[in-house]
């Protein structure tokens, strides 16, 4: 394809729904399955606890 | 309170197979509990859903305690909970998922708790938790910090002010502002 091809804009859904698939692995259509492991990947960041030698 | 003596069950290679499987196990538990709080065949209280979410806290951390990993607690349980629903509930207006009755948990999920949103808080007249969020054992201490959230933003989905506050907060960083006059007067959106 060309790079001087024209795209029709994409709807303020269509953008908002192409950001967020970016939290899910680009999957449009994430399962419950991706929202635990996004969820988990949320929890990981945030966990008190372990140093950062990966001690206790 | 996750306070099981069991001593560590495994050790090298076997402790590493046993933690993988432990986390999967423990994956698949909480993706069971999310099809429980997004398929649910009936509408979403507030009673019902806080009797939910208590079960699922205190089932999540049994099934790390049961195995010999006495480690995880109430407040690290509701972190992982909590941003699942939220998570589900952010896709489900766009249709990038199905959630039944996503109104009616809208109104009733909780605020996933963790130092950000803490930190937002506390400028708004929220007394602080007495540990670490992370560390929170007693599921009353959980919940009676998410009920002093319901009274004080009383009318509004607690999901709802955290969008809010949470965006105030980051923007507040990204400027490097103190804290001023915090309100949430203007309408949430």
């Known amino acids: ?34 929202c635990v492991r996004r969820a988990n990947l949320d929890l990981a960041r945030t966990v008190h606890g372990i140093n950062g030698d990966g001690s206790r | 309170m996750p306070t099981s003596t069991w001593p560590a069950p495994f050790t090298g290679s076997m402790a590493t197979a046993v933690a993988k499987t432990l986390r999967l196990s423990g994956h698949a538990l909480v993706e069971r509990q999310l099809a429980e709080a997004t398929q649910s065949a009936i509408a979403w209280c507030q009673g019902s859903f806080d009797a939910w979410h208590r079960r699922a806290c205190v089932e999540l951390v049994d099934h790390f305690c049961e195995h ?49 949103i803490l930190e937002a808080l506390k400028p708004m007249g929220v007394s602080p938790l007495s540990c670490a969020w992370s560390r929170i054992a007693d599921y009353e201490q959980y919940s009676d910090y ?44």
Do not use: C
Not at chain 2, 70 to 93: C, D, E, T
């Open chain 2, 68 to 116: 010999g990993y006495p480690i995880f607690y109430i407040g690290q349980a509701q972190k992982w909970l909590n941003m699942a629903v939220k998570y589900a509930l952010m896709l489900q207006p766009l249709s990038m998922l199905s959630v039944s009755h996503a109104d009616s948990l809208r109104q009733v999920a909780h605020i996933p708790i963790d130092n950000f």
């Open chain 2, 146 to 189: 998410q009920t002093q959230l319901r009274v004080r933003f009383s009318g509004l989905a607690l999901l709802d002010v955290e969008f809010r506050v949470w965006n105030m907060e980051s923007s507040r960083r990204r400027n490097g502002s103190t804290h001023q006059s915090p309100t949430l007067d203007a309408p949430l959106t």
């Open chain 1, 1 to 34: 394809m060309s790079s001087n091809q024209q795209y029709p804009a994409p709807t303020v859904e269509e953008h908002t729904r192409f950001m967020l698939s970016f939290l899910f692995g680009g999957e449009m259509y994430p399962t419950l399955k991706d």
